[in-house]
């Protein structure tokens, strides 16, 4: 067999000010065929195990082109298509091929294209033809569109949240796929419109329970091959957005559609319930003040970079130093001017600084101080599962009691080595603030005397029922009470 392997992927904010270029594909990932790392990204994945797959099957794996770009604003036009047809041609240089498996996002919406991996899924098909086996693993905060699903035989989701799942997610569609190739299944997907949009962590009840239950009955019930809750991305004003539930049997169709809509239904009637509670800076700071031991950590989950926002939000910060808090370290603040600036003053220089609150109103105001710079360190990373996130270079910065680390690559707050990556032991610390909605939890919790939620500003459209959408749906929960009537 001869398969084919690309990926192309990031999360679109479109209520982002920050544009995405090619520039801002190679500092997150950018591989050219063949040079994928050996680690993967989040939505790279189907390439390092196809590795594996292939080479325990005998079968030749064809690399083409992977790029991911830290989640933002609208993709330029150009760089959209510019990739695209990049791999479109490795894609047709490669053929014959017996399958294309693909690592997407699902959320990506570009200039000029309120469906990017539509319009990919589509040219794909296009080439290969309407026999050859096309699927992809995708990230559940995405869109579920008509068009993508006509292209492509399957899809496989992430199910965790945070996405911790992502390596046995990619095996998954690799099995799928295998056992299609070799004659002994036959996929067939099955979507169901569940109405809603909502936010769905599964590191508490009810979307754990949801989640293990998914798994429970891809184990036990006969030709159920996968199934998947398509989140939806409400930063994303795009026609079909929203979530959904997938179903993929083994030519099963009726099946399929029965339990996704069942399964669907179930889920909208605990709408509501998911996100965990949420609470205001000035709360979020006493819970920090009060605290016997540490470290607290604080999530400033809607200042989240990993959901295409600047992360340089100070509504938090500002609360702690005007209520006298020390012992308190922060990872990580977005300013590349900042960092600039502190790169060249150079390590224990003692400057004035301006830093934060640049990006987009409602995000707090720059934060003066006179600063020491205790660190600087190039191309930072931190741990995400098994894989690496570039912050890019970074600054850590001292003032009153507070340890700041500033970055250049915008990424959200995944681990405690963001911290250790500078120098900064995060466990010796009372309080860490971090930007996160709930990829942190996983790791953090290990290290954590209390978690507190907190709801700072507004640099995110998370209330959907008020978000000014122009093409987003308008019959969906919670924008109507009753979608169903």
Same mark, same amino acid.
């Given at each position: ?160 949240? $945070?996405?911790?799942? =992502? @390596? +046995?997610?990619?095996?998954? *569609? ?6 299609? /190739?070799?004659?002994? %299944? ?19 009840? $009810?979307?754990?329970? =949801? @989640? +293990?239950?998914?798994?429970? *009955? ?6 159920? /091959?996968?199934?998947? %809750? ?256």
């Amino acid at each position: 067999m001869r398969i084919f392997t690309a990926a192309l992927a990031t999360e679109t904010n479109t209520f982002s000010p920050i544009a995405i270029d090619r520039q801002a594909f190679e500092a997150s990932l950018y591989a050219r065929p063949g040079e994928h790392p050996a680690t993967p990204t989040l939505c790279t994945a189907p390439i390092t195990v196809g590795r594996a797959v292939c080479a325990r099957e005998g079968w030749t794996l064809i690399e083409g082109s992977a790029s991911w770009a830290d989640p933002a604003g609208l993709v330029a036009k150009a760089t959209y298509e510019e990739l695209r047809d990049e791999i479109l041609g490795q894609l047709r240089q490669a053929l014959p091929v017996d399958a294309v498996v693909m690592g997407l996002h699902g959320a990506m919406v570009a200039q000029g294209y309120d469906d990017p991996e539509g319009d990919l899924l589509t040219r794909i098909r296009d080439i290969v033809g309407p026999d050859i086996l096309v699927c992809a693993e995708l990230d559940p905060h995405s869109h579920l569109t008509a068009k993508r699903a006509a292209a492509a035989n399957f899809f496989v989701y992430f199910k965790e949240f $945070p996405h911790t799942d =992502f @390596v +046995d997610r990619a095996y998954d *569609l690799w099995d799928i796929a295998v056992r299609t /190739l070799k004659g002994e %299944v036959k996929p067939v997907m099955s979507i169901f419109d569940c109405r809603m949009i909502d936010v769905f962590p599964t590191s508490k009840q $009810p979307m754990r329970g =949801f @989640v +293990d239950q998914l798994m429970a *009955l891809e184990a036990s019930e006969p030709d159920v /091959l996968s199934l998947s %809750v398509v989140h939806g991305f409400m930063a994303g004003d795009v026609p079909e957005m929203g979530t959904k539930l997938v179903a993929v049997t083994n030519d099963r169709a009726a099946k399929g559609a029965a339990l996704a809509e069942r399964l669907g239904r179930e889920l909208y009637a605990m709408r509501g319930t998911f996100m965990v509670s949420q609470v205001d800076e000035r709360t979020a700071v006493d819970v920090a003040l009060a605290a016997t031991k540490g470290p607290v950590v604080i999530a400033d989950v809607w200042d989240n970079p990993g959901g295409g926002t600047a992360g340089d939000a100070t509504v938090i910060l500002a609360e702690l130093i005007a209520r006298g808090a020390t012992d308190v370290a922060v990872g990580t603040i977005w300013d590349p001017i900042a960092v600039q600036i502190c790169f060249a003053a150079g390590v224990g220089a003692q400057i004035p600084l301006r830093f934060g609150a640049k990006s987009a109103p409602d995000t707090g105001n720059p934060i003066d101080k006179i600063v020491t710079i205790k660190a600087l360190k190039k191309n930072a990373e931190m741990k995400f599962g098994a894989s690496f996130a570039p912050f890019g270079d970074a600054a850590w910065i001292h003032f009153d009691g507070i340890d700041v680390i500033l970055n250049s690559t915008r990424a959200q707050s995944f681990d405690p080595s963001l911290f250790s990556a500078l120098g900064i032991d995060p466990t010796s610390r009372k309080v860490l603030l971090i930007k996160s909605t709930n990829h942190f939890y996983d790791s953090f919790s290990k290290i954590a005397s209390e978690i507190v939620y907190c709801s700072a500003g507004k640099p995110y459209p998370n209330r959907p029922a008020e978000t000014n959408y122009r093409k987003a749906r308008k019959d969906i929960w919670p924008m109507v009470e009753k979608p169903w009537l």
